[in-house]
């Protein structure tokens, strides 16, 4: 339904929970920017907030639970929730992903108000809505153990699409051009043997024996054969992902984007790993390249907003109720 932004910013928002583990059996206490508060001490029905910007009600928690919930369900189906997971309940499992969503999407849509972002009438009346759907659904909800209003649901959904603009807003002006140099992935035969497969001495000298029969043919009915002492696999290679390791002063990038289509590589001593032959299968997988280039670009975007998100969190104050948060049951059937 909505955009899903996968970046280091979930790290942070668990660093964040993981704080408020770390203060649970406190009576309260600031730790850098954000401010645990346990107990209501007041009225208020806010389990947290972003300073001026953005706070989330116990009652917009529930909503988001009856999202989440709806897509377990339809995924699970309704017994899901005698199920364990690990040492939890199937819902504490969910409530904790319930918060880290929650606190994620409030976080970014308190970004966007920071930054003076606004919905547009279009992006209400969605909005609305959905609201007005998810609302409706509400009559056979039997054992939510919540009063929630369209107006808390309206505002979850503004709060996802907040999130969706300022997330635009930031990767507008995101240089989109790629070249095919930058995305290329190359498609390999990749044989291994492990230092540890016999002696030093013995292993070199199977994997050359090996190496120079390969330059025969028949690459697949080798492998076969001698597939009890070598490891085979056929392998997708993007540009970035084998620059750690080296062989003779370069990198093994270096030396397989360097394989013309069906070319095999010489036999390769990597250090503290093992033995490598590498046979060119497609110097260039076109289809593969152009998906590869829709992933820089949103590593490109994820970049931008990370760095404006994590600007953010470090100058606003966060709030949040430990206790109110803790004594949420959401459903009556726990």
Same mark, same amino acid.
């Given at each position: 339904?909505?955009?899903?932004?996968?970046?280091?910013?979930?790290?942070?928002?668990?660093?964040?929970?993981?704080?408020?583990?770390?203060?649970?059996?406190?009576?309260?206490?600031?730790?850098?920017?954000?401010?645990?508060?346990?107990?209501?001490?007041?009225?208020?029905?806010?389990?947290?907030?972003?300073?001026?910007?953005?706070?989330?009600?116990?009652?917009?928690?529930?909503?988001?639970?009856?999202?989440?919930?709806?897509?377990?369900?339809?995924?699970?189906?309704?017994?899901?929730?005698?199920?364990?997971?690990?040492?939890?309940?199937?819902?504490?499992?969910?409530?904790?992903?319930?918060?880290?969503?929650?606190?994620?999407?409030?976080?970014?849509?308190?970004?966007?108000?920071?930054?003076?972002?606004?919905?547009?009438?279009?992006?209400?009346?969605?909005?609305? #809505?959905?609201?007005?759907?998810?609302?409706?659904?509400?009559?056979?909800?039997?054992?939510?153990?919540?009063?929630?209003?369209?107006?808390?649901?309206?505002?979850?959904?503004?709060?996802?699409?907040?999130?969706?603009?300022?997330?635009?807003?930031?990767?507008?002006?995101?240089?989109?051009?790629?070249?095919?140099?930058?995305?290329?992935?190359?498609?390999?035969?990749?044989?291994?043997?492990?230092?540890?497969?016999?002696?030093?001495?013995?292993?070199?000298?199977?994997?050359?024996?090996?190496?120079?029969?390969?330059?025969?043919?028949?690459?697949?009915?080798?492998?076969?054969?001698?597939?009890?002492?070598?490891?085979?696999?056929?392998?997708?290679?993007?540009?970035?992902?084998?620059?750690?390791?080296?062989?003779?002063?370069?990198?093994?990038?270096?030396?397989?984007?360097?394989?013309?289509?069906?070319?095999?590589?010489?036999?390769?001593?990597?250090?503290?790993?093992?033995?490598?032959?590498?046979?060119?299968?497609?110097?260039?997988?076109?289809?593969?390249? #152009?998906?590869?280039?829709?992933?820089?670009?949103?590593?490109?975007?994820?970049?931008?907003?990370?760095?404006?998100?994590? #600007?953010?969190?470090?100058?606003?104050?966060?709030?949040? #109720?430990?206790?109110?948060?803790?004594?949420?049951?959401?459903?009556?059937?726990?």
């Amino acid at each position: 339904m909505f955009r899903n932004i996968k970046c280091k910013m979930w790290l942070r928002i668990a660093v964040m929970l993981g704080l408020f583990c770390l203060v649970l059996n406190t009576t309260g206490c600031r730790i850098g920017k954000y401010q645990i508060r346990f107990g209501k001490g007041d009225e208020t029905e806010t389990v947290f907030s972003f300073g001026e910007y953005r706070e989330c009600t116990k009652e917009e928690l529930f909503v988001y639970f009856l999202i989440d919930k709806a897509e377990y369900e339809d995924t699970f189906g309704e017994m899901l929730w005698d199920m364990q997971v690990s040492d939890f309940t199937m819902e504490e499992f969910v409530k904790n992903n319930v918060l880290t969503k929650a606190i994620y999407n409030e976080s970014m849509s308190a970004l966007a108000v920071s930054r003076g972002i606004e919905l547009s009438d279009e992006q209400n009346k969605k909005a609305k #809505d959905l609201a007005s759907y998810l609302y409706a659904s509400l009559e056979n909800e039997k054992n939510i153990n919540c009063d929630i209003s369209i107006e808390d649901i309206e505002e979850v959904y503004e709060s996802y699409l907040l999130a969706e603009s300022i997330y635009d807003y930031l990767t507008e002006s995101v240089d989109t051009e790629i070249s095919d140099a930058e995305a290329k992935v190359i498609i390999l035969q990749c044989i291994r043997c492990d230092y540890n497969e016999g002696a030093v001495g013995d292993t070199y000298e199977f994997m050359s024996k090996l190496h120079n029969e390969l330059q025969t043919g028949k690459p697949d009915l080798l492998i076969a054969q001698y597939g009890d002492r070598v490891e085979s696999s056929v392998i997708e290679v993007a540009k970035g992902e084998l620059t750690q390791k080296t062989v003779d002063g370069r990198t093994l990038e270096e030396v397989v984007y360097a394989l013309a289509e069906g070319e095999i590589s010489e036999l390769l001593t990597v250090i503290d790993d093992g033995y490598y032959i590498f046979i060119s299968i497609d110097d260039y997988d076109s289809a593969k390249t #152009d998906l590869n280039k829709i992933n820089i670009l949103e590593k490109r975007k994820n970049a931008i907003v990370e760095e404006a998100y994590n #600007d953010f969190l470090n100058d606003v104050e966060y709030t949040f #109720d430990t206790e109110l948060w803790e004594n949420i049951d959401f459903l009556y059937n726990s």
